[in-house]
């Protein structure tokens, strides 16, 4: 058990490694990923830190520049004065949207290379490991 599970986390890591870093070079990896979190919802700088897991100076580095590039706006927080708000605009919208698009386009290009009853099983393995890491 010790060993499939090593090897999955492995695999798990290496697919994620490759689709982030070779599908697009539009921005790194942490800026589509604090990108990602506001597409859901504004947030403040500290929840998205907490999110990311970094530290806060790290986050307002990582605000600044999307910030300075346009694909995020920082309004002041409707309750808290001292607090602002983050969220995306539509640039930053429309640049997460190519990275996406792109990014399939990457996993598209190797799943073509697969059997038919290949990327059967996979289709199997995405569902088991949807309720592995829902427990």
Do not use: Y
């Amino acid at each position: 058990m010790t060993s499939l599970a090593s090897d999955l986390r492995i695999a798990c890591q290496r697919v994620s490694r490759r689709v982030r870093f070779e599908s697009s070079a539009e921005l790194p990896p942490h800026q589509v990923s604090a990108l990602s979190n506001l597409r859901k919802r504004s947030l403040t700088p500290g929840e998205l830190a907490e999110i990311e897991r970094v530290s806060a100076p790290s986050m307002t580095k990582t605000v600044n520049c999307l910030v300075d590039k346009g694909l995020v706006a920082r309004v002041d927080h409707p309750d808290d004065g001292r607090s602002k708000m983050l969220s995306l605009t539509e640039d930053g919208r429309a640049v997460l949207d190519r990275i996406r698009r792109a990014r399939d386009d990457w996993m598209v290009r190797r799943l073509k290379g697969l059997t038919k009853d290949e990327r059967a099983l996979l289709g199997e393995a995405v569902q088991i490991l949807q309720r592995v890491v829902a427990e």
